[in-house]
C-alpha cells in the first residue's frame, strides 16, 4: 500500500493533535463534573501530544464553554478548536484565541462529523469567517474532502492550513479499496502542499491504520479521538497517548 511518496526518510515527523471531546461526552452522560477533559488534556501533553483539539459545537452536546475557557488558560501546546461557521462560536473564538480553529461542517442530527466543509460552494460566508479569525491572530485551517475544488477554493480564500477528511479511507476494506482511497488522500495532500498551505489530516484513524497516512509527505498534523480515548479506557490516557505517538513517529 506503501508508495514512493510514503518513504521519505528525511521528512519531520507529523506532530500529534488529541482530541478530547470524548471525555466530554462521558461527562455529560451524567451531566456531572467528572471525567473533567481538562485534566485529560494534562495527561494527553504528558503522554507526548503536540495539540489539543476540540470541538465547540452549537447545541454544546460535549465541550462546554467552560471548559474552552480553561483549557486555553493551562494548556502547554497547540490548542485547535474546531468550530463551525456560526456567529456565535466565531465571537467565542475571537474572544479566546485557540492557536488555532479548523472550520468545519455541522449537524445537530449527526454523531460526529460528516465530510468535509463545502468551501467552493460557500465562500463568501467561509471567506468572512476566515478574516475575522485571522484577524484575531489564530491560524485557520479548513476540514476539507480530498477533492482539488475544495482545496483550490480554501487556497483561494487564504486559509493557512486544510485538513483532509480521512473518513474514506479509515472505511475502506484493506487492500485494492483502501489503496485506493490513500491514493486519493496522497494527491490531495500534494495539491494542499503546492498551494502553499500546511498539510492536515483526520477522522477515522486508529492505530491499525494510521501510518500510512503519517508517512503522506509532508503530513505536518495529526487530529486523532475516538481511537486514543478508546484505548484510553483500558490502559490510560499517558499511556495512549504515548501508544499513538509512537506509530505517527514510525
Known sequence: MASKETECEDCEMAELGVNIDHVATLRQARRTNEPDPVWAAALAELGGADGIT???????????????????????????????????????????????????????EEVTTEGGLEVAAHRERVEKVIRQLQDAGIVVSLFLDPEERQIDAAAELGAEAVELH?????????????????????????????????????????????????????????????????????????????????????
Open 54 to 108: 476540540i470541538h465547540l459545537r452549537e447545541d454544546r452536546r460535549h465541550i462546554q464553554d467552560r471548559d474552552l475557557e480553561v483549557l486555553r488558560r493551562t494548556v502547554a501546546v497547540k490548542l485547535n478548536l474546531e468550530m463551525a461557521c456560526e456567529a456565535e462560536i466565531v465571537s467565542i473564538a475571537c474572544r479566546l484565541k485557540p492557536d488555532q480553529a479548523t472550520l468545519v461542517p455541522e449537524r445537530r
Open 166 to 250: 480521512t473518513g474514506r479511507y479509515a472505511l475502506a476494506r484493506p487492500g485494492t479499496e483502501q489503496s485506493r482511497e490513500l491514493n486519493t488522500l496522497m494527491a490531495a495532500g500534494a495539491a494542499v502542499r503546492a498551494a502553499g498551505m500546511t498539510l492536515h489530516a483526520g477522522h477515522g484513524l486508529t492505530y491499525r491504520n494510521v501510518v500510512p497516512i503519517a508517512q503522506i509527505h509532508d503530513m505536518h498534523e495529526l487530529n486523532i479521538g475516538h481511537s486514543v480515548i478508546a484505548r484510553a479506557v483500558m490502559v490510560g490516557i499517558e499511556r495512549a497517548v504515548r501508544e499513538m505517538k509512537a506509530l505517527v513517529a514510525a
